[in-house]
């Protein structure tokens, strides 16, 4: 496992945009799969965008399409989650996780929860109408 520590939420207002960081201990993170999840209080644990290894692919849940962009700084082993024109809808707290266990599949990604073994402790964004 490894760990990850969420930062870059806040209070917004709609239309706004964030970029949030999660920023990994320990090996570099290009080798695992990461996807960052949301959840709002009240509501289920929501997918919201995944890459691969090694950078060979990504996905973005159907409510961020379009909005959100996922990537990482290698130099600074962290994961990124660029959000614009965000709306009351999105506002929730934001886990990253990776799914240290894989070691194969650079195009492999993954969106269940169920596939991520390490997860951070999450970075809360208030979007205001």
């Not at 760990?3 to 917004?12: A, F, H, Y």
């Not at 929501?46 to 849940?61: C, T």
């Not at 990124?80 to 990604?109: E, F, K, W």
């Given at each position: 496992?490894?760990?990850?520590v969420?930062?870059?939420?806040?209070?917004?207002?709609a239309?706004?945009s964030?970029?949030?960081?999660?920023?990994?201990?320990?090996?570099?993170?290009?080798?695992?799969?990461?996807?960052?999840f949301?959840q709002?209080?009240?509501?289920?644990r929501?997918?919201?965008?995944?890459?691969?290894?090694?950078?060979?692919g990504?996905?973005?849940?159907?409510?961020?399409?379009?909005?959100?962009?996922i990537?990482?700084?290698?130099a600074?082993?962290t994961?990124?989650?660029?959000?614009?024109?965000?709306t009351?809808?999105?506002?929730?707290?934001?886990?990253c996780?990776?799914?240290t266990?894989?070691?194969?599949?650079?195009?492999?990604v993954?969106?269940?929860?169920?596939?991520?073994?390490?997860?951070?402790?999450?970075?809360?964004?208030?979007?205001?109408?």
């Amino acid at each position: 496992q490894v760990q990850l520590v969420e930062s870059g939420g806040g209070l917004v207002q709609a239309g706004d945009s964030l970029r949030l960081s999660c920023a990994a201990s320990g090996l570099g993170l290009r080798r695992y799969a990461m996807g960052w999840f949301r959840q709002a209080p009240g509501k289920m644990r929501e997918f919201v965008a995944a890459i691969s290894r090694n950078d060979g692919g990504s996905m973005f849940g159907s409510s961020v399409k379009g909005r959100f962009t996922i990537s990482r700084d290698n130099a600074k082993n962290t994961l990124l989650l660029q959000m614009n024109s965000l709306t009351p809808d999105d506002t929730a707290v934001y886990h990253c996780a990776a799914n240290t266990g894989t070691t194969y599949g650079d195009r492999i990604v993954y969106t269940s929860p169920s596939s991520y073994d390490s997860w951070g402790l999450g970075t809360q964004v208030t979007v205001s109408a």
